[in-house]
């Protein structure tokens, strides 16, 4: 039997879909309050568990029958204050699943990690598994967590279990509705008018699932994949949606000093209503940089073909606009 975690996320739902239709026993580990999507909600052979990450003995009874272990669940936040709460999460969570799996000899575990683990480009070059990531003030809680989460598949990898790690870029696809990437995808339809100067690699949500299955069922081990379909600036990504919705692209390039104040007004905000709001300087740093990512080794080590930016793009507004 396959465990899943993160399975109500937007990853997790299309990882358990593709798995189901290849007739996979699964068990889905949830919180008590989350809720089911819909692409799984009608669906009667999932066996759901409720068990939080950080419960050690409810993860190891959850554990029990299960022979592979895909890990999707992670805190995703760019708020300081989440900092603690993501860090447990996100690396002493991923270290007791994997104490779990060394226990019960679990035969293949697959980590789900980012492209926020990776190290920096040098020089325009492509980013790849190879670059060094390296600790520095401009180094989100984020990319910090999902780093030292990889440090510890790699030293359960040392310890003899069979893992595997992908990065995917920023993941997109219709289920996502209006959260996450989707949001952008709203934003974009109700007029934004402003775009970023920096670059960023995007991938189908689809495309993430069925390279993690062909990556379960290699026997490549110990090792990490960048799951990137295509590198667009973030000029021509919001220009794509917008046509795509028949709306004129964002015209307005905006500058590292408006965002800055941007930030500030929101933290004065904050201060004052008590109102969260998505913008922090992590993001306003991260707007700005120009990545690129190469997907030649998932590409070689698979033979894999991506689906274009453009059709998932035209996908996702169909969906949008027919919801």
Same mark, same amino acid.
């Given at each position: 039997?396959?465990?899943?975690?993160?399975?109500?996320?937007?990853?997790?739902?299309?990882?358990? *879909?593709?798995?189901?239709?290849?007739?996979?026993?699964?068990?889905?580990?949830? *919180?008590?309050?989350?809720?089911?999507?819909?692409?799984?909600? #009608?669906?009667?052979?999932?066996?759901?568990?409720?068990? %939080?990450?950080?419960?050690?003995?409810?993860?190891? #009874?959850?554990?029990?029958?299960?022979?592979?272990?895909? +890990?999707?669940?992670?805190?995703?936040?760019?708020?300081?204050?989440? !900092?603690? &709460?993501?860090? !447990?999460?996100?690396? $002493?969570? /991923?270290?007791?699943?994997?104490?779990? @799996?060394?226990? !019960?000899?679990?035969? *293949?575990?697959? +980590?789900?990690?980012?492209?926020?683990?990776?190290?920096?480009?040098?020089?325009?070059?492509?980013? /790849? &598994?190879?670059?060094?990531?390296?600790?520095?003030?401009?180094?989100?809680?984020?990319?910090?967590?999902?780093?030292?989460?990889?440090?510890?598949?790699?030293?359960?990898?040392?310890?003899?279990?069979?893992? =595997?790690?992908?990065?995917?870029?920023?993941?997109?696809?219709?289920?996502?509705?209006?959260?996450?990437?989707?949001?952008?995808?709203?934003?974009?339809?109700?007029?934004?008018?402003?775009?970023?100067?920096?670059?960023?690699?995007?991938?189908? =949500?689809?495309?993430?699932?069925?390279?993690?299955?062909?990556?379960? &069922?290699?026997?490549?081990? %110990?090792?990490?994949?960048?799951?990137?379909?295509?590198?667009? /600036?973030? !000029? $021509?990504?919001?220009?794509?949606?917008?046509?795509?919705?028949?709306?004129?692209?964002?015209?307005?390039?905006?500058?590292?000093?408006?965002?800055?104040?941007?930030?500030?007004?929101?933290?004065?905000?904050?201060?004052? /209503?008590?109102? *969260?709001?998505?913008?922090?300087?992590?993001? =306003?740093?991260?707007?700005?940089?120009?990545?690129?990512?190469?997907? #030649?080794?998932?590409?070689?080590?698979?033979?894999?073909?991506?689906?274009?930016?453009?059709?998932?793009?035209?996908?996702? @507004?169909?969906?949008?606009?027919?919801?």
């Amino acid at each position: 039997m396959i465990l899943v975690t993160g399975a109500t996320g937007f990853l997790g739902s299309e990882l358990i *879909r593709q798995l189901l239709l290849r007739g996979e026993k699964i068990r889905a580990i949830k *919180r008590d309050t989350s809720r089911i999507p819909q692409i799984l909600a #009608e669906q009667k052979d999932i066996e759901w568990y409720n068990a %939080d990450i950080l419960d050690y003995f409810a993860l190891s #009874e959850a554990m029990d029958g299960i022979s592979h272990v895909y +890990h999707c669940a992670a805190l995703i936040s760019f708020n300081p204050k989440d !900092k603690k &709460e993501m860090l !447990k999460v996100n690396v $002493e969570g /991923t270290s007791n699943l994997l104490n779990i @799996c060394m226990g !019960k000899n679990i035969q *293949r575990f697959l +980590h789900v990690s980012s492209i926020a683990a990776l190290g920096e480009s040098k020089k325009g070059k492509l980013i /790849t &598994e190879k670059n060094h990531w390296e600790f520095g003030s401009g180094q989100s809680t984020y990319s910090i967590s999902k780093y030292k989460s990889e440090m510890e598949v790699f030293r359960a990898a040392a310890e003899g279990l069979n893992a =595997v790690i992908v990065n995917p870029s920023i993941i997109i696809g219709k289920n996502a509705g209006k959260e996450g990437s989707g949001q952008l995808f709203e934003s974009i339809r109700t007029g934004l008018n402003y775009f970023p100067g920096g670059s960023c690699g995007y991938v189908d =949500v689809a495309d993430v699932a069925k390279s993690m299955i062909l990556l379960m &069922e290699s026997t490549i081990s %110990d090792e990490r994949f960048i799951i990137n379909s295509e590198n667009l /600036t973030y !000029k $021509e990504f919001f220009s794509n949606i917008a046509l795509k919705f028949g709306k004129k692209p964002p015209a307005i390039a905006l500058k590292p000093w408006m965002m800055y104040i941007a930030w500030l007004g929101s933290r004065v905000v904050t201060f004052l /209503t008590g109102k *969260r709001f998505g913008l922090s300087a992590e993001t =306003v740093r991260s707007a700005f940089k120009k990545q690129m990512y190469s997907n #030649e080794k998932i590409k070689k080590a698979l033979n894999f073909n991506f689906k274009s930016v453009d059709e998932s793009i035209s996908e996702i @507004c169909l969906h949008l606009k027919n919801s």
